[in-house]
């Protein structure tokens, strides 16, 4: 696999970002596309943000009045990607973290922040190459599957299986 430009961008104050998690967020992106067969060099764009935010883009975007944790906006659709003409990079789209989402659902399925991250982000990435979970069913399995296949090669494994409500998504 070809070399993957992820440009991380911290546009809050409310969690302080641990060491190693931005190289980790790098990992996880490099992990989903190699796991995938991407071909060519790829460019990703990860902006933390605080709960105000990301409610702001989730009404904006998705109509839903309230924070969530994730939000993808891929650039590419049925395998199609804009170039990055300096680099020649597949340029893939944005994946914004609500970094108090992150710390909440940490806590509350008791594993650490890094795990959480690196899920959301392998969750993110997934939606910016076309998986769709919004209709449930097997696509929604195999986008857990995959998930679950990056964390543990990533040294983070899920250590209960836990679902989320539907209303969390």
Do not use: W
């Not at 105000?52 to 109509?63: A, D, V």
């Amino acid at each position: 696999m070809e070399k993957v430009k992820v440009i991380i961008d911290n546009r809050q104050k409310a969690v302080k970002i641990p060491t190693g998690l931005r190289m980790l967020v790098r990992r996880c992106c490099t992990a989903v596309l190699r796991m995938e067969k991407f071909e060519g060099p790829a460019e990703v764009s990860v902006v933390f943000v605080d709960n105000e935010q990301i409610h702001k883009l989730n009404l904006q975007y998705r109509n839903k009045d309230m924070p969530t944790d994730v939000l993808s906006f891929p650039m590419g659709e049925n395998g199609v990607y804009d170039i990055n003409h300096s680099t020649g990079a597949k340029i893939l789209g944005d994946i914004v973290i609500s970094m108090e989402k992150a710390v909440e659902q940490a806590e509350r399925y008791g594993h650490s922040l890094e795990r959480e991250v690196g899920y959301l982000t392998a969750h993110s990435m997934l939606h910016l190459l076309g998986y769709d979970h919004e209709k449930g069913g097997i696509e929604k399995v195999h986008m857990r599957e995959k998930e679950e296949l990056v964390m543990t090669e990533l040294g983070l494994p899920s250590t209960s299986s836990y679902v989320l409500d539907e209303d969390e998504e």
